[in-house]
């Protein structure tokens, strides 16, 4: 079951190991101090179905390294308890049955310092692997390795996403914790937005071969792209509450079909998290949103987030413009005069979330980690003020359904010509 360092996007560097046990040590403490302002009840609750508990998050990406590191490659290794294999899959058919991922939230058992006991266990034992395995063993599961830091940084912000939503059913809307740390905070943006001329003609796009990258990032290949412009920045509250008021909700003709069937059937009058104010006739610009901070005014100045695909198609319509294919945006990327590419807001693209030519998945169990995916979800660029630093790089491929909207996504706009 092991994964060739060429097929996971790395090769083994000399000095590599001391750097990834640094590396590990971070990424796991994150993880724990994500969940630290949460008591042992708010861990256990799950919301919804597409949601997961935090203490779920914290016993799967140790199950992770547990099954897909320490227990095919450390001899002798002794799992914590056998029987939460079948607790904390989530989707590896390869490696046993799962519990039913709408019934997370039931796991009252194990209680959280347990599972704070299984990561401490895990931790050791990987810790122990990468300072006494030989070369050709390191050599070999290195790549592993920093796939499930990766895996564990994406679940860091499925934690802050998750509780999110968990605390925005509670009608007491508390906030995850006063946010002083800049990087968890939407920034303001300077308006006018400034259109910028995309590149045209026979574009490179994908994974470049350097530092990590998934699966689904491969093949390098090359697209050709059609005279295009695309904002350098993304749409705002302020700018979203204008399609909000003049009847964006209300208007069949700016929406998908599907879309539209959701709007009525879900009764959607605004992104997720904002809240009316009592006066129905106030503009949309005195609404508050929800975040995890608590419930704030809404700031006019940054940019909208916790859309739908259809919502950010049909703001697009209604806006004269529409969405970026995930090729122009990742062409776009590298000019001069873009913002807010991937600190902000996931960026809903015009592309759905398919393989790209010649596309192979890795091999052994984690053959199972994105290709299988690839049908019925479209693509997001960029990142959010919840994707750890680092994570995130140009080629990255987020996807998601596209009813999704408790993710920090927003939209940037496209146009079809020149400048």
């Given at each position: 079951m092991s994964l060739n360092p060429s097929t996971a996007g790395l090769r083994p560097v000399p000095g590599a190991r001391s750097a990834l046990a640094e590396r590990f040590a971070r990424v796991r403490a994150r993880t724990l101090a994500l969940a630290a302002p949460l008591s042992?009840?708010?861990?256990?609750v799950q919301s919804m179905p597409d949601?997961?508990?935090?203490?779920?998050?914290?016993?799967?990406?140790?199950?992770f390294f547990e099954a897909v590191v320490l227990g095919p490659h450390v001899p002798g290794y002794e799992a914590f308890e056998p029987r939460w294999h079948h607790l904390f899959n989530s989707y590896y058919e390869a490696l046993g049955p799962r519990h039913p991922r709408p019934q997370r939230g039931l796991l009252t058992r194990p209680l959280l310092p347990s599972v704070h006991r299984y990561r401490?266990?895990?931790?050791?034992?990987?810790?122990?692997?990468?300072?006494?395995a030989d070369d050709a063993t390191?050599?070999?599961v290195h790549p592993l390795l920093e796939l499930g830091l990766q895996h564990e940084e994406q679940h860091q912000e499925l934690i802050l996403t998750d509780i999110l939503h968990v605390l925005s059913c509670n009608p007491l809307l508390p906030a995850y914790e006063p946010l002083e740390q800049p990087a968890l905070r939407l920034a303001a943006s300077t308006p006018p937005v400034a259109w910028v001329q995309g590149p045209a003609g026979p574009v490179r796009i994908g994974h470049t071969g350097e530092g990590f990258g998934f699966d689904n990032e491969t093949p390098r290949h090359t697209v050709w792209l059609q005279p295009y412009r695309i904002a350098d920045r993304l749409v705002t509250?302020?700018?979203y509450a204008d399609f909000v008021e003049d009847g964006g909700y209300r208007t069949a003709s700016l929406w998908l079909s599907d879309g539209w069937a959701l709007v009525q059937s879900q009764q959607w009058q605004a992104p997720l998290y904002w809240i009316a104010p009592d006066n129905p006739r106030a503009p949309a610009s005195q609404w508050q949103v929800f975040g995890l901070d608590g419930v704030k005014p809404i700031d006019p100045h940054a940019p909208v987030t916790h859309l739908s695909f259809y919502e950010a198609a049909a703001f697009a319509e209604w806006a004269g413009a529409r969405l970026p294919t995930e090729a122009e945006w990742e062409a776009a990327s590298e000019l001069p005069g873009m913002r807010q590419l991937a600190d902000q807001a996931w960026q809903w693209t015009r592309s759905s979330y398919d393989p790209y030519p010649g596309y192979r998945p890795w091999t052994g169990a984690v053959a199972e980690y994105n290709g299988k995916f690839m049908v019925g979800q479209v693509v997001l660029r960029g990142g959010s003020v919840a994707t750890p630093p680092g994570h995130a790089r140009r080629s990255y491929r987020n996807f998601f359904p596209p009813a999704a909207r408790w993710q920090f996504s927003g939209l940037r706009l496209a146009k079809d010509g020149a400048c």
């Open positions: 042992a009840e708010d861990q256990c949601a997961s508990p935090t203490k779920w998050h914290l016993a799967h990406t140790s199950w401490a266990h895990v931790e050791a034992a990987v810790e122990q692997f990468m300072a006494t390191w050599d070999a509250c302020g700018e």
